[in-house]
């Protein structure tokens, strides 16, 4: 098992920019990924972001490249998302999750953009 905990969410107005992290309680998985998912108010879940640990390369949903970046801090076992250039579709909560044989989720935090 792994705990994921999030944090650095809240309320930007458009164009805004915030920065989400991801920290999980152990890292002594092999072979695995970090990565956010979002979902928006009656929308169903959609993939944002997920990062190689041992590579560190990401991969980004089309509607978010350009505008976010995930990173990952290995000494501090975070995940970290940059979102810039914010708009009201971004508004969602976002779920951090862990991907090795099982993947695991954190409990989600709110994004809103709005004017």
């Known amino acids: 098992q792994v705990q994921l905990v999030e944090s650095g969410g809240g309320s930007v107005q458009p164009g805004g920019s915030l920065r989400l992290s991801c920290l999980a309680s152990?890292?002594?998985?092999?072979?695995?990924?970090m990565g956010w998912y979002r979902q928006g108010p009656g929308k169903e879940r959609e993939f944002v972001a997920a990062?190689?640990?041992?590579?560190?390369?990401?991969h980004y949903a089309d509607a978010v490249k350009g505008r976010f970046t995930i990173s990952r801090d290995r000494a501090k076992n975070t995940a970290a998302l940059q979102l810039n250039n914010l708009t009201p579709e971004d508004t969602a909560v976002y779920y951090c999750y862990l991907q090795q044989t099982d993947r695991f989720w954190g409990q989600g935090i709110q994004v809103t953009v709005s004017s």
């Open positions: 990062i190689s640990w041992e590579r560190g390369n990401g």
């Open positions: 152990r890292n002594d998985f092999t072979n695995y990924s």
